[in-house]
């Protein structure tokens, strides 16, 4: 099978300049490069740049993804945002890291399947994600556990090593984290387990009203600071302050009842339970539309078998018709004939087209292609 790489990078908070891209192309002459972007993908050769280094340099998401089954999503936001030590605490495993670099922090998530990928390609995925990080920055951290799930579930942890605290809203995934989780093939069981310990998104969402009287509360000289940020094009504004509410709200409010948090090894295990009760509730679904489509088959077959009852005759004539004419074609009509009146003939006793049947093999024995027809047909 041929070798295919997919990589793509995007700039969100702010464009490449003339000079950046120039310096990008000197690495690929056939790349697709924009103010925002860097495309390019690969059925031979290796890509010459440094993911990492890029990164850190020009953009903020990179997706890649190989034919053998490796899926790569790096996201880069401003540690304003998202603070390293709050990272690190889902990022344990060998398959999602986080490092700060020049007020940033970088998270890189990998999954690898064994198996191979097949053959996909990687248009459209990134744009499907991109969402995701500004969830992030938002102070949803959904992305983060996710991610150390998927460590989980590839055995990076010890059986007794206790999961991070749970955000809300995994019973409830947004299109961009459900992109994330077929992307990173995350296991659906296991986050199905894992939502059953997370609070209902709503919850974790300020309301306008509250937006509202938080900001009336704001000193004016902040509240100039904010308005000039936003004109001067903050893109990190809205993040940021959305994550300022959230941190003050969780501070002054009654906490709600937390839940256990769980280890790695009960997670795992009552994720198999959950598969194997969804395995069992998919086959018995499977057995009651496989009755009902048998039913409606034999009921439909009965009603064309009434529709030929009587004409018994001119079948047997145009059946000796068909495998007079020595044609492969025909002698397969022939044959649907022949199961025809078989199962009419069954509605009495049969023994007219068993002899019937007799002879025409015997008058035609000759004839190995039919003979070999009406055996597979089991006539």
Known sequence: MSEYQYYEFQAIDRLLTSKEMSQ????????????????????WGDFKGHEDAWMEKYFDAFLYLANWGTHVVKLRLSA?????????????GQCVSAREKSGNVILTFVSEDEEGGGWEEGDGYL???????AELSRGDLRALYLGWLLCAQN????DDDIEPSVPAGLDRLSASLESFVGFLRIDPDLIRVAASASAPLADAEPKVEEIRAWLANLPAMEKDDL??????????????????MRQERASRDVPAPSFKRRSVAELLAAAERVADERRRVES???AKKKVERERKAAAARAKYLDELAGTEASLWRRVDELVATKLP???????????????????????????RLEVLRADHGKKRTLIDRLQKARL
């Open 24 to 43: 990008l192309r000197s690495y690929s002459t056939r790349a697709r490069i924009t103010p925002t972007s860097f495309v390019n993908d690969y059925s």
């Open 80 to 92: 304003r945002l998202l603070d390293i030590k709050t990272a690190r605490a889902y990022c344990g």
């Open 127 to 133: 744009s499907s994600l991109m969402s995701v990080r």
């Open 155 to 158: 055995g990076d942890f010890e």
């Open 227 to 244: 308005l000039a940020r936003i004109i001067a094009g903050d893109a990190a504004l809205a993040g940021e302050v959305a994550r300022r």
């Open 284 to 286: 018995e679904t499977r």
């Open 329 to 355: 074609k025909r002698y397969d009509e022939a044959v649907v004939i022949l199961s025809d009146l078989r199962d009419l003939s069954a509605r009495e006793d049969g023994s007219d087209f068993r002899r």
